[in-house]
């Protein structure tokens, strides 16, 4: 994993931006399309913001959702809420470019299966994503993949329901859909981050983002989250 350290969030943002904008010319240029998986946070909102100011063939991305809270259409909990306003209504991207997790579905088992599908439509069978963007939460979780639940055990399915986590249950993608990605993004900001960004580095596996696989990863923190290393 190589990390690198920045003054600040703003920073670390602007910086992840070029890298995402830099990894997706080059996708497109090697296979036609870049498929990109998101995750939410106050900074990669930041980062999408600075993303939407990039030199991209915007027809040729496809932008998926790492994971998401199961709430209302239009919810602020709603990580699909802010990719709309920090992205998708700035660049010229086409509706079916979108795979948005379909979390108000009255059945979320089968919206999970139906968004494997839509995985596969993009990215293959199984698919291969070009940049999955993770970050680090306080307890070592990342994506929904959050400590004791039932989901860091599922190995057969690359999208899984989580159990009810700060009040909402969550549809994220799993181990094996993470770790098939060609190019792992990590975003850290924060100084309540440093003790599990020092774990992570180290390669504790006690935490769930200790499974995340760790060649051809980036990992992008400000000085406060980078205090222990």
Known sequence: MEIRIF??????AAEAAQVIAAEGRGAVAARGRFSL???????????LRA????????????????????APPGSPERNLTHLRDTLFAHVPLPPRNICAMPVDSPD??????QYAICLQEIAGAPPVLD????????????????PGDPVLEVTE????LTQPYQGRRRMTLTY???????????????????????????????LPAGFVRRDQALLLADRAAAARL
Not at 40 to 45: L, S
Not at 157 to 160: F, K, S, Y
């Open 131 to 146: 940049l999955v963007h993770l970050g680090l939460g306080p307890d070592g979780h990342t994506a929904s993949m959050v």
């Open 157 to 160: 399915a690359d999208v899984a």
């Open 7 to 12: 003054a600040d969030a703003a920073t670390v």
């Open 37 to 47: 998986a998101v995750s939410g946070g106050q900074t990669p909102w930041q980062m």
């Open 176 to 206: 094996p859909a993470l770790n098939r990605a060609r190019r792992i993004l990590w975003v850290v900001t924060g100084a309540e981050k440093a003790d599990m960004l020092w774990r992570l580095r180290d390669g504790d596996v006690t």
């Open 108 to 113: 979320l088992e089968a919206a999970a299966r």
């Open 51 to 70: 993303l939407a100011r990039e030199d991209l063939a915007w027809g040729k991305v496809y932008v998926m959702q790492v994971d998401e809270r199961v």
